[in-house]
């Protein structure tokens, strides 16, 4: 069989986030890309910068939407038709009488679940229940696009995509990798007699499947958690650090080839900390002695969810710890003081500094109810 070269255009979808301290929101990006490799990226454009309108349409918000191409190069099944991609269809093939199934790939926003939440949206739409993480961890693995992905096997009464009432006895198979900011998945969705004579070629089709990078892709991704929207840099991995009695922590990054450095925002919202207070509890911990009040306003200043705060940095062996904190007053809401903190060994730190205030200056605090990233149909 060909290989066969495609330009094609990577899509987005939408990110769902639990966060105990906002409840369920949905998040969404823009533009995701392949890094091969650690490289140092300057601020966001003015572009990018100009996304952060809390009020905006998606089409506001994510002006370059399926405007890009990327590579896929690939060998299809011999019997796959190849149809035209669609806004959820970076690749698209139907196979069997009257192109009943189905098999695509889809570019989609970056886990925070392993994938269990899409995995679990296509139970759904098989009319199956959920499995937890564990059991999708159990599943085998197979060759995706040079990564070892689970392999999704399902049977049941398919109403899922375009799918006019339910049709029983389908088949769903499946897989899902991330890479950088950008994830992708791929499904093949028929009767279960086709899809069975047709998963030889599906799991051929997934392992010669090659992605290539977009030179030309931003190196920050759009996301949006709580009421906080921010641009993420791409090679940093969302967690969802601890709380405690003094801050609350609603997002949280783990960065470097081990996750040993983190980025963390926290929010005091008792109102009796000042940015002194802030600093010297972090000089505190590290066993350096506290600033004045003078001294902590000849700090650096530097951008935190739209407010002018300070900077501090201290470097002890071979650890560097970047803090900045600011004050928050808004409409709406209850006066916040409010902080971000780099933390890890020192030239990871020095690698990561922009992408870091990018971050912070990128913060910014939505409406308390009804904040809403928007939705769009999942693949």
Not at 3 to 16: A, D, H, Y
Not at 182 to 203: H, I, N, Q, T, W
Not at 360 to 373: N, Q, W
């Amino acid at each position: 069989m060909p290989l066969v070269t495609s330009c094609v255009k990577p899509i987005s979808t939408t990110l769902v986030l639990v966060i105990m301290l906002f409840g369920q929101i949905g998040c969404r990006e823009e533009q995701g890309v392949i890094i091969p490799g650690r490289q140092a990226f300057g601020p966001p454009s003015e572009t990018q910068a100009g996304l952060f309108r809390v009020d905006a349409t998606p089409a506001q918000r994510f002006p370059k939407y399926a405007d890009r191409s990327g590579l896929l190069r690939y060998i299809a099944g011999s019997a796959w038709a190849e149809l035209t991609p669609t806004r959820f269809r970076s690749l698209n093939f139907a196979f069997g009488p009257d192109g009943v199934g189905e098999c695509y790939v889809s570019s989609i926003s970056g886990f925070v679940d392993a994938g269990l939440s899409n995995v679990n949206r296509w139970r759904g739409q098989m009319n199956l229940g959920p499995m937890t993480g564990a059991e999708l961890a159990a599943l085998p693995k197979k060759p995706f696009a040079g990564e070892e992905s689970p392999f999704v096997k399902l049977d049941g009464t398919f109403t899922g995509m375009n799918a006019s009432g339910e049709r029983p006895g389908y088949r769903m198979l499946a897989m899902l990798m991330t890479r950088g900011c950008e994830a992708y998945s791929v499904k093949m969705v028929g009767p279960k007699s086709l899809v069975e004579r047709e998963e030889g070629d599906f799991l051929a089709f997934c392992e010669t499947l090659d992605i290539l990078p977009d030179p030309n892709a931003d190196p920050y991704i759009q996301q949006k958690v709580g009421p906080f929207e921010f641009l993420r840099p791409c090679e940093w991995e969302y967690y969802l650090p601890e709380s405690d009695a003094v801050v609350r922590r609603p997002v949280g990054f783990k960065i470097g080839p081990n996750g040993e450095t983190l980025c963390k925002f926290g929010i005091i919202v008792d109102g009796g900390r000042s940015l002194t207070d802030v600093v010297n509890g972090w000089r505190e911990t590290k066993g350096v002695e506290p600033l004045t009040e003078d001294e902590v306003i000849a700090l650096p200043a530097a951008v935190l969810l739209g407010t002018q705060g300070r900077e501090m940095e201290i470097t002890i062996n071979g650890k560097t710890f970047v803090g900045i904190v600011s004050e928050l007053r808004s409409e709406g809401h209850e006066p916040m003081t409010i902080l971000v903190t780099l933390e890890g060994p020192q030239e990871v730190v020095a690698d990561e500094r922009m992408m870091f205030r990018t971050f912070a200056s990128s913060l910014r605090l939505g409406p308390v109810s009804g904040a809403s990233g928007g939705s769009a149909p999942h693949p």
